[in-house]
């Protein structure tokens, strides 16, 4: 297993949660790194991305000023914090490494197994 993720399960609206996902050294270093999530009966869309160094972090825009992705080159892992969680965000978050293309778009080369995310009302 290359990238890992993991901290998904059943909050409350309004409620916070933490992302992780543990990746290989070789994925993770110089590489962007983002998180995607995918519900029911939808294509898989952006949440966030972090360049590289950690310096750029790009989000869509329904979880920008709520949700923060961070990056820690010791721990090799990279995380998604999301705050005022909402029942749209009820999903499976994925996380990506290395874009093959554009940072939004699904086209990257390593994907880790997904986790799932809920959010009651």
């Known amino acids: 297993v290359q990238l890992q993720a993991s901290g998904g399960g059943l909050v409350q609206a309004g409620n916070s949660l933490t992302l992780s996902c543990a990746a290989s050294?070789?994925?993770?270093?110089?590489?962007?790194m983002a998180w995607f999530r995918q519900a029911p009966g939808k294509e898989r869309e952006f949440v966030a991305y972090v360049n590289n160094n950690g310096r750029i972090a790009l989000y869509t825009d329904s979880v920008k000023g709520r949700s923060t992705i961070s990056r820690d080159t010791a721990k090799n892992t990279v995380y998604l914090q999301m705050n005022s969680l909402k029942p749209e965000d009820t999903a499976v978050y994925y996380c990506?490494?290395?874009?093959?293309?554009?940072?939004?778009?699904?086209?990257?080369?390593?994907w880790g197994q997904g986790t799932q995310v809920t959010v009651s009302s």
């Open positions: 990506a490494g290395r874009p093959r293309g554009i940072y939004y778009r699904p086209t990257y080369d390593y």
């Open positions: 050294g070789r994925i993770f270093s110089g590489y962007g």
